[in-house]
């Protein structure tokens, strides 16, 4: 049944560029269907002798979809771990151990934090829930150990009111009379 | 601030009082908040008539050297000095009942109001019409004429600020233009303008957190639904998570939902999220008598605290139980203290650890040499650890191979039974092992007939056969070495569920050894499977559970040496050391901890 799935092939199309041109992608069905969104856009009475579907993505731009199917593809020939909480472990790599997906949020990989948030917003919409963790977890191994401001900074945050952060400080003055 | 002078500044309505020092330079300026007085008679306004309410307190910057435009004559001056000066100062409840100081409370709430729109139209501005510029804003009833301070350089910098640049640039900066742009009020008639300012502004609305559709921002996070920022937070622990709360409000709401989630257990076990029962819980500590003993109300557990100190282990043998403890549980002994162990003793790939398990060598080659001596007990380490030789050592002990066969014997002839584990004098191993058919059945030395028991020659354990008491350790004579396998995670953490993959602890709690409540320290440790290398099927931690170890005991502080509060705590090194005393060693092999008391 694994290996039928693999022979079905899908062709996904991103959302178009300011030139108004879409990129297309195909990847079998054994693979895309870790994403709930294409599974329900499949259904299940699909059959290996019908047209290859088009399934549109539209809310995930071309770059970004690469690098989804990019995920998906290597997540059928090694799954992920599933991320415990507590993490167990105090950075990103003690945590996610497997090489290959340490590198593929690794800033390298991305290029810019931007894709990670593109990603993060692509497997929420696409539904792809390893995907999701593990984008959540690198940003928050970004966020870990930094203060309001810079936080706000790497996620581009509005601030609070004055008399917000003066409360919130007061509420959890205690950890900041720790430090 | 000496040989201050009141000045006259402006006449009209308000009342201004300026000071002024040796320099003839006005330092300061406040803007009464002058209202319509009480009845009171010493209460005098401006000219001798009731001021106008102008509800403005305003001080400005302190580099603010010339006053323009304000002059009132010496004579309302001075009555506005009486006036201020008739407001109770002392008296706060008196203070508090003055107009006055409902007045000023309300000209600071709407300054605040004030505050509040603009960071929110500044924000609105840039984060859904990028192009354009707030209406209706303070700012821009400030820079558009309010002032009338067209050659201001900050009102042509507001006029020019790039709004698309705005949430780029300093956040210092911007207030600090706020703050000048306001420091510049006393230019002109600026109360009465800087109110109907702050009046045209504070009806406004306060905006709510705009809509951002998706297209319109450049990534920010916020335009994730609630659940993707909740499986971030999810992974952030609580100093990193409160920072994050202090970002902006909605991140602030959406951090303590999170920690709700992630301590709902905790906080439903212990009665914290439920207020009846909290309520049920009061009755029953401090109402008593009180209540009617026909209700059918029934009883709730009483939430108990547990010590607030911390306990600090350090210099122990075994790193493991290095490390500060928190009393996090009490039992019939007393309170327990724990602390879980090395990250990496998780539970996350129980079957590679298990498989790699294998007996100590040192506490191995140790055995053969106590065996080949001819019943003598051995002798104690530099450190008079005399008892560790007495019993064994008990963290080695449940490693020896011959050990875990003993018990892997019994728990294939009962399975599903605990197995007891029973320190034998010699004399006595003959008659046990004589009876341990008998014991299937009959039961051994008063244990329930249905309860297999492993009896141990003492030869193998080197029992000490001096009549002083010798702690024992506890985990093997005062109760089942084995948990409970059915109920394991309930046991192991009082009613609380263990989350899968839950750290193993070390634990310091108060045990009986036989007639003596001891110190304790112990540490939790996986089971080995017995012939798991051979078998291929998998083993579930739980079916092997896990066991308590004791390494170390204490005796207990007595009052004198230590004060009542102290005593209820471990014993501490620097205390007991004075009487020749300290924490000890059950195992040769360990050097005994330091313990001490933190906060």
């Known amino acids: 049944m694994a290996d039928e799935m693999d022979n079905i092939m899908l062709r996904l199309k991103s959302m178009p560029d300011e030139n108004g041109n879409s990129r297309e992608f195909e990847i079998s069905y ?147 009379e720790e430090n | 601030m000496s040989d201050l002078n009141v000045v006259s500044v402006e006449d009209g309505n308000e009342g201004i009082v300026g000071l002024e020092n040796e ?33 403005i307190a305003v001080t400005a910057s302190p580099t603010l050297t010339t006053i323009q435009a304000f002059s009132p004559t010496t004579d309302q001056l001075e009555r506005c000095g009486r006036w201020l000066s008739s407001i109770p100062r002392d008296d706060v409840t008196a203070l508090r009942d003055t107009p006055e100081y409902h007045d000023f409370l309300q000209a600071f709430e709407r300054l605040g109001y004030a505050h509040r729109r603009v960071i929110s139209c500044n924000n609105n501005r840039n984060e859904i019409s990028p192009g354009s510029s707030p209406t209706n804003s303070l700012w821009s009833s400030l820079a558009n004429g309010g002032l009338g301070m067209g050659t201001s350089s900050n009102a042509s910098s507001t006029g020019t600020i790039n709004s698309g640049t705005w949430m780029n640039d300093n956040i210092q900066t911007q207030r600090a233009q706020l703050r000048s742009a306001i420091s510049d ?61 202090l970002t902006c409000s909605r991140f602030h709401q959406l951090a303590h939902r999170g920690a709700t989630q992630r301590t709902y257990q905790i906080a439903r076990t212990r009665q914290l999220y439920n207020v009846m029962q909290l309520l049920r819980a009061h009755e029953q500590i401090f109402d008593g008598d009180q209540i009617n003993h026909n209700t059918t109300l029934g009883h709730v557990r009483v939430p108990m605290l547990l010590l607030r100190r911390r306990i600090v282990v350090s210099d122990a043998g075994d790193p493991e139980y290095n490390g500060v403890y928190y009393c996090t549980n009490s039992n019939g002994n007393g309170f327990v203290f724990t602390k879980p162990r090395h990250p990496i003793q998780r539970v996350s790939d129980r079957r590679q650890r298990l498989q790699s398990l294998q007996p100590d060598p040192s506490q191995q080659q140790q055995f053969n040499q106590r065996n080949n001596t001819n019943g003598t007990q051995g002798q104690a380490n530099n450190n008079n650890n005399n008892n560790a030789a007495n019993v064994g050592n008990i963290h080695g002990l449940l490693q020896r191979p011959q050990i875990q066969q003993l018990i892997l014997q019994q728990r294939q002839q009962h399975p599903g039974q605990r197995v007891r584990l029973l320190l034998m004098q010699n004399q006595n191993v003959h008659q046990a092992q004589q009876a341990q058919q008998p014991a299937a059945v009959g039961g051994v030395n008063g244990n329930p007939p249905h309860q297999p028991v492993a009896v141990l020659p003492a030869v193998v354990l080197q029992q000490q056969q001096q009549q002083q008491q010798q702690p024992i350790a506890a985990g093997v004579l005062g109760g089942p070495i084995m948990p409970d396998n059915d109920n394991f995670s ?53 079916q092997d559970g896990i066991r308590e170890v004791f390494s170390y005991w204490s005796k207990l502080m007595v009052l004198g040496a230590a004060s009542p509060d102290v005593c209820r705590y471990p014993s501490q090194t620097s205390i007991l050391s004075r009487q020749g005393d300290g924490w000890q060693s059950l195992a040769v092999t360990q050097r005994p901890p330091t313990v001490e008391l933190l906060d």
């Open chain 2, 185 to 245: 009020f006393a230019g002109t008639n600026v109360p009465s303008t800087l109110a109907t300012a702050i009046s045209s502004a504070a009806k406004q609305p306060l905006a709510q957190q705009p809509h951002i559709h998706p297209s319109l921002t450049i990534n920010a996070f916020l335009q994730h639904t609630d659940d993707v920022i909740l499986r971030v937070f999810e992974f952030l622990e609580s100093q990193s998570l409160i920072r994050a709360s």
């Open chain 2, 490 to 542: 309930s046991t192991r953490y009082d009613g609380e569920i263990a989350q899968p993959g839950q750290p193993l602890r070390c634990i310091i709690s108060k045990r009986f050894s036989n007639e003596t409540i001891l110190w304790y320290m112990s540490k939790e440790v996986e089971a080995a499977p017995m012939g798991s290398e051979d078998s291929e099927e998998d083993h579930e931690i739980e």
């Open chain 2, 23 to 55: 320099n003839e330079n006005v330092i300061s300026v406040a803007v009464a908040a002058v209202t319509h007085p009480n009845s009171d008679n010493n209460r005098a306004g401006v000219n001798g008539q009731k001021p106008m309410a102008s509800s």
């Open chain 1, 30 to 176: 054994g693979a895309a269907k870790l994403s709930e969104l294409i599974k329900d856009s499949v259904g299940d009475d699909f059959e290996e002798d019908d047209t290859m579907p088009e399934i549109d993505v539209p809310r995930v731009k071309g770059d970004c979809l690469e690098k989804v199917v990019s995920f998906l593809q290597h997540y059928r020939k090694e799954p992920m771990k599933e991320i415990p909480t507590p993490l167990g472990g105090s950075s990103f790599n003690e945590v996610m151990d497997q090489e290959w997906y340490q590198q593929f949020v690794d800033d390298s990989n991305l290029g810019s934090r931007d894709m990670l948030f593109d990603l993060l917003t692509a497997a929420n919409f696409m539904g792809i829930k390893e995907l999701l963790d593990l984008t959540c977890l690198k940003v928050t191994f970004q966020l870990t150990g930094k203060n309001a401001e810079e936080i706000r900074q790497i996620l581009r945050l509005p601030e609070l009111t004055p008399e917000e952060e003066a409360q919130a400080r007061e509420d959890h003055k205690w950890i900041f």
